[in-house]
């Protein structure tokens, strides 16, 4: 084959033809189905109840982390006060207990509003009264 064979305008031949598979494919999307796209909506929903209920919620263990977050602002201080900080956490002996529906709630509350205030191992009066509002809205 020679260059002299090979047509000049070869090139416009292949952009003709991709303006009409661009061209069929936006007059093909209104005809598509409402099923396909119901059915792609109930399968993440679903996907999404499912991960809910294995427990792939954003919240996990809220006892295990509230205590965890109280503990982290303690360490702040040295001696003494710290060893004070870390006493005055409340503890739940009982893992049925800390696994309860009502103190998970409550300890969703403290995880979502603590606010560590490093000098004195507590939270911020405003975190204080944060938690407090969340956990008196629970009821």
């Not at 399968?43 to 205590?67: E, F, N, P, S, V």
């Amino acid at each position: 084959m020679t260059k002299a064979s090979i047509r000049v305008d070869a090139d416009l031949d292949a952009v003709s033809r991709g303006r009409d598979v661009l061209g069929h494919a936006l007059r093909e999307q209104p005809t598509t189905p409402k099923k396909h796209t119901v059915a792609r909506a109930l399968q993440r929903w679903w996907i999404l109840l499912t991960l809910a209920a294995c427990g792939g919620g954003k919240h996990g263990d809220t006892y295990a982390k509230g205590t965890q977050v109280q503990e982290q602002c303690c360490e702040h201080l040295q001696g003494q006060p710290r060893d004070a900080c870390l006493q005055k956490i409340v503890r739940v002996s009982d893992a049925d207990v800390a696994k309860s529906k009502a103190n998970q709630q409550q300890y969703a509350c403290v995880v979502e509003h603590f606010t560590c205030d490093a000098s004195t191992g507590q939270p911020t009066p405003a975190s204080a009264q944060a938690q407090l509002d969340c956990i008196q809205d629970l009821q």
